[in-house]
Structure formats: structure tokens, C-alpha cells
């Protein structure tokens, strides 16, 4: 008769389907989504969706880049360097919201401007 599937062997399971590093890197991304809806409330459904999207992409692509750029991958190796890759990838998708909710600020207070005109008060800001 077989044994039955204890919690820890389940678990275990779990976190290989989830794909180990994979599933850090969500945990970490949907964390961050989280941390910046609370902090920055979105005024609207469209908003809420927009910031979801972006803080999630800004967490896994910029994790992703941190630990490709920094040479990180051996971390996926133990628990502790998944962690440590988590916190990377968390922190990485925090400014991803605040980014794009100035830059949709940006471009609604100039929905009613041309191209040449913000092109101009584009090369303006910096002098």
C-alpha cells in the first residue's frame, strides 16, 4: 500500500509546479501590486487594472533584469536565495505604478495639445 502525501511532500509539489523561482517571482510581483494599490489608490476600475498591469510587469521584468544584470541566478539554488530574489523582485515592481500613473497625468493634462506642441515642452524641461 502507498503512503499517503504528507503536507511538506505536497507543498514541495506545489512549488515545483509552480516552477520554484517562477512562483518566487510571482509571490513577489503580486505582493508589490498590492503595496502600491494601498498606498496610491486608484480613482477608477481602468485605473486599478492599468496599475495591476504595470506594477506586475515592472516587477518581473525588472527583477528579471536586476538578476540577469548582477549574475543572481545561482540564488534559485537555496530557500534563503529565493527569498533574497523575491525582495528583488518586490522592490523592483514598487515604482513601476508611480511611473505610469505620472506619465497618464502627463498625457491627460495635454490630451487636447498636438504632437509638435508637447514635443516642445518636452525639449523645454530641460533648459
Request: some cysteine.
Amino acid at each position: 500500500m502507498s503512503e499517503p502525501i504528507t503536507g511538506a511532500a505536497a507543498g514541495a509539489a506545489g512549488w515545483k509546479l509552480l516552477g520554484g523561482a517562477a512562483g518566487a517571482g510571482a509571490i513577489g510581483a503580486g505582493l508589490a501590486s498590492v503595496v502600491v494599490m494601498c498606498a496610491m489608490t486608484p480613482r477608477s476600475p481602468k485605473e486599478w487594472a492599468v496599475g495591476i498591469i504595470s506594477t506586475l510587469a515592472a516587477s518581473i521584468g525588472g527583477g528579471a533584469a536586476v538578476i540577469q544584470h548582477f549574475g543572481l541566478q545561482s540564488w534559485a539554488n537555496s530557500p534563503i536565495g529565493l527569498v533574497a530574489m523575491f525582495g528583488l523582485v518586490f522592490a523592483c515592481g514598487l515604482p513601476g505604478w508611480a511611473l505610469v500613473r505620472w506619465l497618464f497625468n502627463y498625457i491627460a493634462k495635454r490630451q487636447n495639445a498636438d504632437l509638435a506642441d508637447v514635443v516642445a515642452e518636452v525639449r523645454n524641461l530641460g533648459k
